[in-house]
């Protein structure tokens, strides 16, 4: 069965626009969980634009299993995650400006700094993942950090414009997710995905997790975070009986 992290940041994001105390993201957590989620997501920014420290601390109490950390490879940030002990870090680019995350991590690129702070995790036993794009290099490098996961951007297949880019970005993805799989790495997926467009990412050979916030979080607004996350489900699974 093909799993589901619920990505509870914009949740925060509501909280922190008026420096207030709800809505309470560890309250969305536990609905969230009721509604069927698999695991919670959440990314510990450098700037605590909307995650707070306190919300991490508070989450890896409450959330009994399936807690994955985004950060990027930064010092602070290092040091929370071993403090607090998540069942999975996925590391992820981070730039001050942008509205959200915008593209997978360079490993190739930045290797010697992925490696260490993969290492540091790793050492303490906490299993990471790297958030990268569908690239055979980056999926390389991965394998070669001897990391447990890759996950996947899937923005510019969410982004596209035309059925034709949509199919040549999700060809991508699966030439991606089966070279992962021959390489030995668990393959997720995550970045823009809705209720619309996530049956075809469903679909694809070796994607074992899907981790969705923006959608969910957006028709938890109108439905309720329950009920949120049981559309979501559906939608991954009511095509696909083998793969509930």
Not at 14 to 28: C, S
Not at 58 to 75: F, I, K, Q, W, Y
Not at 188 to 205: D, S
């Amino acid at each position: 069965m093909i799993r589901l992290g619920v990505n509870i940041d914009h949740v925060a994001t509501v909280r922190q626009a008026r420096q207030a105390r709800e809505p309470d993201p560890v309250a969305a957590a536990a609905l969230a969980l009721l509604g069927g989620a698999d695991g919670i997501t959440i990314h510990l920014r450098e700037d605590r634009r909307h995650i707070q420290d306190r919300d991490v601390r508070v989450l890896r109490e409450t959330v009994p299993t399936g807690l994955n950390l985004e950060m990027a490879s930064a010092d602070e940030i290092v040091r929370i995650a071993l403090q607090t002990r998540p069942d999975q870090v996925t590391l992820v680019p981070e730039k001050r400006q942008e509205l959200t995350t915008e593209g997978g991590l360079d490993v190739v690129g930045n290797y010697a700094s992925v490696e260490r702070t993969a290492h540091a995790l790793r050492q303490a036993d906490i299993p990471v993942a790297l958030f990268i794009d569908p690239d055979p290099k980056q999926v390389d490098a991965a394998r070669k950090l001897g990391v447990a996961a890759v996950e996947f951007h899937t923005g510019t297949y969410a982004d596209a414009r035309t059925p034709a880019g949509a199919a040549t970005h999700l060809e991508q993805l699966a030439r991606a997710a089966a070279h992962a799989v021959e390489a030995r790495l668990h393959v997720h997926m995550g970045h823009g995905l809705n209720y619309l467009n996530v049956e075809p990412v469903v679909r694809i050979p070796g994607a074992e997790e899907l981790n969705i916030g923006h959608s969910i979080v957006s028709r938890a607004v109108l439905v309720g975070m329950v009920q949120a996350v049981r559309d979501m489900k559906a939608a991954m699974t009511e095509h696909f009986p083998n793969r509930r």
